[in-house]
């Protein structure tokens, strides 16, 4: 039972499970492994107000680039 104490619907298990597929594609993946634990070898600046980081995979090695636009003008 739910929290209005009907009985779930078929619908309402398929609406669960495509909300946490969306959930699990968020962020990066290994596209080696299929790892989401990646560390930041480094970070340079790039065109644009743009942010490019070097990432290595903990459990594989392999490395990627991600390129970030920076957002924002806080000062902290």
């Known amino acids: ?9 078929l619908q309402d298990y398929a609406d ?7 959930e699990e594609s ?3 993946v290994c596209a080696e492994c299929g790892c989401r634990d990646f560390f930041v070898v480094y ?11 070097r990432r290595e995979c903990r459990h594989c090695g392999k490395r990627i680039s991600t390129t970030e ?8």
């Open 43 to 53: 970070t340079r600046p790039a065109t644009k107000g743009r942010i490019v980081r």
């Open 69 to 76: 636009r920076l957002t924002g003008g806080g000062d902290a």
């Open 26 to 28: 968020k962020g990066l």
């Open 1 to 9: 039972m739910d929290d209005t104490g009907r009985k779930p619907s």
């Open 16 to 22: 669960r499970a495509r909300e946490s597929e969306r």
